[in-house]
């Protein structure tokens, strides 16, 4: 038989560690249900929420990545319409110096000729100098090339400049460039054309470093979502779970509340010994 005592209530004891133990758990399904998350804090669990910061480090940092491949694709984009935009003068150009190979025209109708194909040699210049993005300009010579990240080690891409400012290796026209007879407009018809070669080329080799750096940027926004996933599997709780879990322990706590409060009765008990 249990001993009766006034001075230790061993069934409250029981009780109240067996309700203090319900609270703690029904504390710890609030939290997960208020946050969302099973592991909050490296109370939680530590090795689990080392891992999870280790990895949300590294999104972050991929974010960074992000912002500089953006940066330079539009860079090259900016460049590479302009490149088009040379081209197409080019284009304007050569017909012009055709022309003016006719043998047929007065000095007049060259020298009409010869100045339009100086104003399209200076919009050329304005063109390339005015390809800037964020202070970049990758065809106006002025740059060798543009290095934005490719990965959060520090790696970097590189999209060599091309500069189709005229005087340069591509455009092969001199900042003066003229004519005002046949054989210097022949002489001028064979640069345009030289010309025209090379920008496409450098457009050719500019549209594929884009498209490269658009992949990229592809490849590095799926790695981020899958390590968000990956994060969320370690740390998100599942709130179904929780949420039956909280209704179990809502339910025992009220258990709990009342196993004491019977516990609490048990020595008026004593007073029944005495005819009380």
Do not use: C, W
């Amino acid at each position: 038989m249990a001993t009766v005592s006034v001075n230790t209530n061993v069934g409250a004891m029981v009780a109240l560690q067996n309700l203090n133990k319900t609270n703690k758990a029904l504390n710890e399904s609030q939290t997960r249900i208020n946050t969302g998350l099973k592991v909050a804090s490296a109370k939680d669990n530590g090795a689990i929420y080392a891992i999870a910061q280790s990895q949300r480090s590294d999104v972050k940092a991929l974010n960074a990545v992000t912002e500089s491949l953006n940066r330079a694709v539009s860079i090259v984009d900016v460049a590479l319409a302009a490149g088009e935009g040379i081209s197409d003068i080019l284009i304007q150009m050569k017909e012009i110096t055709l022309a003016a190979q006719d043998t047929g025209l007065d000095d007049t109708a060259r020298a009409t000729l010869a100045e339009d194909f100086e104003a399209l040699r200076n919009q050329i210049r304005q063109v390339s100098q005015g390809a800037t993005f964020n202070g970049v300009n990758i065809i106006d010579g002025s740059q060798t090339s543009v290095s934005p990240l490719s990965s959060t080690k520090g790696d970097k891409m590189r999209v060599e400049a091309k500069n189709l400012d005229v005087g340069g290796t591509i455009v092969t026209l001199s900042s003066a460039a003229t004519f005002a007879s046949v054989t210097a407009a022949a002489a001028q018809f064979a640069a345009v054309e030289l010309s025209l070669k090379n920008v496409s080329g450098a457009l050719s080799s500019l549209g594929t470093a884009s498209k490269q750096i658009s992949s990229h940027i592809t490849f590095v926004s799926k790695l981020s979502d899958s390590m968000e996933a990956g994060i969320g599997n370690l740390v998100d709780a599942d709130l179904a779970k929780e949420s039956a879990k909280l209704q179990s322990l809502q339910t025992k706590q009220q258990l709990g509340i009342q196993a004491l409060s019977i516990a609490n009765q048990a020595p008026q008990m004593v007073l029944s010994l005495f005819g009380q």
